[in-house]
């Protein structure tokens, strides 16, 4: 799903684990491994240490961007005609045609609203897709806007 250009966004918890240094180097190797740029926002588990060990470590990318990047709260991109609120946490935006929150930290579940998209590997929102994606698969683009859609028509057909 993910090429060497391309940028992922992960919303927190990257690993739950203990800040001793063996601990820090498995996961940093794990986290090389991966294609693209990634951009951390962090989440509850995620620890300071584990991000300044990482951002200390960091890799530059052939195009001479740093393979990681960290945010403390969250963004907004603008992508497809949406203003997509990126957060670890869910954040109440209220309704709008065109505004979303992407976020993760709730398990198993849902924000019942059709504006917050829980994008959490074991998310319930994840169930919007039609053809379902292997556990740990992350989201892609065009995955994420079927979602939005998908849901959106379900709340419409309950108001």
Do not use: C
Not at 22 to 43: A, P, S, T, Y
Not at 65 to 87: A, C, E, P, S, W
Not at 103 to 119: Q, T
Not at 129 to 139: C, E, M, Y
């Amino acid at each position: 799903v993910v090429n060497d250009n391309d940028t992922v966004y992960h919303l927190g918890d990257i690993a739950l684990i203990n800040s001793k240094k063996e601990d820090l180097k498995r996961v940093l190797e794990i986290l090389k491994k991966l294609k693209g740029q990634i951009v951390f926002l962090k989440g509850n588990h995620d620890s300071r240490a584990l991000f300044k060990f990482i951002d200390k470590n960091n890799v530059i990318l052939p195009d001479g961007r740093m393979k990681f990047t960290f945010i403390d709260v969250g963004l907004i991109l603008k992508l497809n005609h949406y203003q997509l609120f990126l957060t670890h946490y869910p954040l109440l935006v209220g309704p709008s045609k065109n505004r979303v929150n992407v976020h993760g930290h709730i398990h198993h579940s849902s924000v019942n609203l059709p504006w917050n998209i829980n994008v959490g590997v074991d998310s319930a929102d994840i169930d919007y897709l039609i053809n379902k994606l292997p556990f740990g698969t992350p989201i892609s683009e065009k995955n994420l806007f079927k979602i939005i859609e998908a849901k959106l028509i379900d709340h419409k057909k309950r108001w």
